[in-house]
């Protein structure tokens, strides 16, 4: 599958975003569908998943950010609230036909990764 994520730009503390991940070339609705992010120098950081119509945030966003999925649009989107500045990440979005529950934070359990879209919160 080929994911074209978008959305990414530059905002205040405390605004909001929504970041997209169009999918094309396999089916979308079997897949698990993920959000990562990653800073430059660091390690790609789980941030958010969907899987089988449940979904499932790192501590670090619960309860301000929020993952969804459009089937019929083969997209994925990712709507962040109360941004913070350690929010400043590349973003990617991800897709795995072989993902089980205990490895969906893992970056290598997904098949399938888009571009990136950076997102940076101004203090």
């Known amino acids: 599958v080929q994911l074209q994520a978008s959305g990414g730009g530059v905002v205040q503390a405390g605004g909001s975003l929504r970041l997209s991940c169009a999918a094309s070339?396999?089916?979308?609705?079997?897949?698990?569908m993920g959000w990562f992010r990653q800073v430059s120098g660091k390690e790609r950081e789980f941030v958010s998943t969907t899987r089988w119509g449940a979904t499932y945030y790192a501590n670090s966003v619960k309860g301000r950010f929020t993952i969804s999925r459009d089937n019929a649009k083969n997209t994925v989107y990712l709507q962040m609230n109360v941004l913070k500045p350690e929010d400043t990440a590349v973003y990617y979005c991800?897709?795995?036909?072989?993902?089980?529950?205990?490895?969906?934070?893992?970056?290598?359990?997904?098949?399938?990764w888009g571009q990136g879209t950076l997102v940076t919160v101004s203090s």
């Open positions: 070339g396999r089916t979308f609705s079997s897949a698990v």
């Open positions: 991800a897709a795995g036909y072989r993902t089980i529950l205990t490895t969906i934070q893992l970056a290598r359990a997904y098949d399938s």
